[in-house]
């Protein structure tokens, strides 16, 4: 049947939730509805009623590593075998919509969503969820990668404005989106709770309609995050497609009188109607024991993906060649160690770092005078006795907090782990610390304790960041580690013995021991299964390849945006531009602890022979070891001169390359539509300059030994910077001007002023500062117990931040129906301080809000259509 010949009101019915993962289907137009769930690190398929927010409970299913994480492996190949595996758990649980993954550009490492984010560079985060796509929609399950677009903070998460200027939108923010629409064609995508210059995401005309499907070609649906979507009649106009999770029947009852009014067109509620049954016969399926528990099998191979794909993700930091030459008197005298290109001198109480021009030389010199041995700390040698040291090596910490929350079909510990490999002598155990932060002399005495015993070799201490400071609805208050765990770690190094770190965090910490430390794991948020593959890294079973996908800086001081993020008010401007990440880092020559794309192995490689042409790049990598391995060749720009304002280099092609032991390949990286381009503000196009490029090729933005020259052949002359930039020509954002702002954002750019009177797009924790009494001590009550809640349990209460975050007018989008637009109104006049008047429009419009409704139903129910 044609949707002409159905009513308005059973097409605009469409374009609304039935309940909290649901759609609205059609009977009599054979359109099923469909379910959704979160899931871009595991299937999130609550049982009953259910939540937004992973509190309640969830059906059992496998606990992938988070994109974070996944994102360290810079393989999209195996994204896609996570995605296949994702995939098949959602179409056996009965969801038909997985709600992932996460590809926003990690602007700030403070934001409490970086664990569910891949990278800070759009060629990462793009081709990482392409892979994560294509996989689980060869299950005939959709994904819906998200969050479009720009969402870099929790804080006021709902009612932001993200303000940036359109190149950097182009090129920074939206180019992952770009990359994963293009080769993976996603059947439908999530827009952001904030607004993007203005408008909120979900009625964004300019990103939904003229960029994501008139540029980019998608043909899918727009589903709006929960409880996002503000005007249901913006959103059809501009693009979007749903609204979830249920609003009722209060947007239906809007779409048909704005039919009715002249204000919207039906061909626009016919083109989103279709979207959704489009969607719906895309992945309709009707498998046996749809919806039952994963089969046990299924379960059991899983968890096995989920540790090979942790495997491939953890990050050799550090790993130091460590030479014990004893003195006249037997103590150990001097450590010759190497790390990352620095060669450490160090003694009992002092720590210097040496620059050499060779490292291979100095370990020459360590192996050869200063006997008996000198070996690197990783792999642990057969025979190693090794105490283990922290709380998280017994109780682990493998996921986020949040919507992104999986019910584990199993959890490990390293502790287990290690004492199930041959060749590894478990010391002995000692907690360390207190999980979240308070401090404890006792725990640190015992660890030095088992730490300094005579039949201790190796100190091997789990640490890292706990459940209640990273997680979606609040941002991280800090980039330090607990002191108490800083406090631990440099007690463990004063004992002499060689420790080793192992890391767990979901996105950059500061790291003051470094230099104390033998060698640094980081592992990431690594699912239900990265105990045993952390196990196996440690001990050589399987040697490292991950590389860090963004940036670590020494210190969070360092950090482009640290003087602006997060934005406490209604507009987040995005003032540093495109200098975010290693393209700030590079061009303004700031130092940091550990560069995009860094990463160590047992193995070493050599870079050789690079050459170009027109279609793109060639060069050798040769594995010098015994050991197979595997390197991340990465590729990166530097532009012409006398050209368009751009960072130092970026990013433009990676390959992972897998050597067996003295083997080597060839390896080919080629030229894209995204290699050249930039985007021309003045004339609203992707324009290339025809001039000489610089490529330049290696293992991390900080390593690249082959470079080679290309002239290039474009379709416009170079475009010379405006001056009026100044600083931002040389990427010193701390010193910009607002004039400067002014020319890069091609208008006066300033952050307005709190309000004195709320709106319904203002969020509940601002009531803080309402005249009302009512309101203001809503606000101030939720603050405070959401505190107490997380000191007393060690976890964030979502449901409180959520509410705190939210804005009047997403009560309306949360209800069900029982709230409309009119009582989100008489909610702002409380807000406002007027609270009996407020009280009272609200019971009045409960009841003008229940017969509507029923009137809707009752429509809807004698055409067929599914409430």
Request: proline share 5%; charged share 20%; aromatic share 8%.
């Amino acid at each position: 049947m044609k949707f002409e010949e159905f009513s308005v009101t059973e097409k605009a019915a469409l374009l609304s939730g039935a309940s909290e993962w649901t759609s609205r289907g059609n009977e009599r137009a054979g359109i099923p509805s469909f379910a959704m769930s979160d899931g871009p690190n595991g299937v999130r398929c609550q049982l009953g009623v259910g939540d937004h927010l992973g509190i309640g409970v969830s059906k059992p299913a496998t606990c992938f590593p988070t994109a974070g994480t996944v994102a360290n492996s810079w393989d999209p190949a195996l994204a896609e075998v996570l995605g296949k595996a994702l995939g098949r758990e959602a179409h056996d649980l009965g969801v038909n919509v997985l709600l992932g993954p996460g590809l926003n550009i990690k602007r700030n490492p403070l934001c409490g969503r970086n664990f569910e984010y891949y990278s800070e560079d759009p060629q990462v985060a793009g081709r990482m969820a392409a892979g994560l796509v294509k996989g689980i929609q060869s299950n005939g399950v959709a994904a819906c990668p998200k969050h479009f677009a720009v969402n870099s903070q929790e804080l006021r998460r709902q009612a932001s404005n993200s303000v940036v200027d359109e190149r950097t939108l182009r090129e920074l923010y939206l180019t992952g989106f770009e990359i994963m629409v293009r080769q993976a064609h996603p059947w439908a995508i999530m827009t952001s709770y904030n607004q993007v210059n203005g408008t909120y995401s979900h009625e964004n005309k300019h990103l939904l309609t003229e960029i994501l499907r008139q540029e980019w070609g998608f043909d899918g649906a727009v589903i709006s995050d929960w409880g996002g979507s503000n005007s249901a009649l913006a959103a059809v106009k501009a693009g979007g497609t749903l609204e979830m999770p249920s609003p009722g029947y209060t947007s239906v009852r809007e779409l048909v009188a704005a039919v009715k009014a002249g204000t919207l067109s039906e061909a626009d509620i016919d083109a989103r109607a279709g979207e959704v049954a489009k969607l719906a016969k895309r992945t309709h399926f009707a498998g046996v024991g749809r919806g039952d528990l994963l089969d046990d099998t299924v379960a059991r191979q899983h968890h096995k993906v989920a540790r090979y794909v942790a495997e491939n993700t953890a990050v050799l930091l550090k790993n130091d060649v460590v030479s014990r030459a004893r003195s006249s008197d037997g103590d150990v005298a001097c450590s010759v160690l190497d790390f990352g290109g620095q060669v450490h001198a160090t003694s009992p109480g002092n720590t210097a770092a040496v620059r050499s021009e060779s490292v291979n030389k100095l370990c020459h010199i360590a192996e050869t005078d200063s006997q008996p041995s000198a070996s690197r700390v990783l792999p642990l040698k057969p025979g190693t006795r090794v105490a283990v040291i922290g709380d998280m090596a017994k109780t682990a910490r493998y996921q986020g907090s949040g919507s992104a929350k999986v019910n584990a079909t199993q959890e490990e510990n390293l502790l287990d782990e290690l004492k199930k490999i041959d060749g590894v002598e478990v010391a002995g155990y000692r907690q360390g610390y207190e999980r979240h932060g308070g401090k404890n002399g006792v725990l640190i005495d015992g660890a030095i304790t088992l730490a300094a015993a005579d039949d201790t070799d190796v100190v091997l201490a789990v640490i890292g960041i706990d459940e209640r400071s990273e997680s979606e609805g609040l941002d991280r208050s800090t980039m330090a580690l607990p002191e108490c765990q800083n406090e631990l770690v440099e007690a463990l190094a004063s004992t002499g013995k060689p420790v080793v770190i192992v890391l767990v965090a979901g996105s950059p910490v500061e790291l003051p021991w470094l230099d104390s430390v033998a060698a640094l794991l980081y592992i990431g948020l690594c699912g239900q299964a990265g105990a045993s593959a952390a196990a196996r890294v440690l001990t050589g079973r399987v040697n490292p390849s991950g590389h860090l996908a963004e940036t670590w800086p020494l210190k969070y001081e360092d950090v482009p945006s640290c003087g602006w993020y997060p934005s406490p008010g209604r507009d987040s401007i995005y003032r540093e531009g495109p200098f975010v990440g290693y393209r700030y880092y590079e061009t303004a020559g700031v130092p940091v602890r550990f560069p995009f794309g860094y990463g160590l192995s047992y193995s070493s490689f050599t870079y050789s022979g690079l050459a170009g042409d027109e279609n793109g790049i060639a060069f050798t990598v040769t594995n010098d070891s015994d050991v197979a391995g595997a390197t991340v060749a990465q590729m990166y720009v530097r532009g012409p001169r006398g050209g368009a304002m751009r960072p130092d280099r970026e990013l433009k092609g990676f390959k992972k390359v897998f050597l067996g032991a003295h083997e080597t390949k060839t390896v080919t990286i080629p030229f894209d539509r995204y290699t050249f381009r930039h985007y021309d503000v003045v004339t609203g196009q992707w324009k290339t300059e025809t001039g000489m490029r610089e490529i330049l090729v290696g293992d991390s933005v900080e390593h690249l030994p082959l470079s080679v020259t290309q002239m290039v052949q474009g379709d416009s002359d170079l475009c010379p910077p405006n001056p009026a930039l100044g600083h931002y020509l040389k990427g010193q954002i701390k010193e910009v001007s607002d004039s400067e702002m002014t020319a890069l954002f091609g208008h006066s750019v300033a952050a307005s002023g709190e309000p004195t009177v709320f709106g319904e797009n203002d969020p509940i924790s601002s009531w803080a500062d309402s005249r009302g009494f009512v309101a203001r001590t809503i606000a101030k009550t939720l603050a405070k117990r959401e505190v107490k809640i997380r000191q007393k349990t060690g976890q964030p209460d979502l449901s409180i931040l959520f509410v705190l975050n939210m804005p009047p007018r997403a009560i309306c989008k949360m209800a069900r129906g029982l709230v409309d637009s009119a009582m989100v109104g008489a909610v702002v006049e409380i807000a406002n301080g007027r609270t009996f008047r407020g009280l009272g429009s609200f019971i009045a419009g409960y009841f003008r809000n229940a017969s509507a409704n029923r009137r809707v139903a009752k429509a809807l129910g004698k055409r067929g259509g599914q409430g």
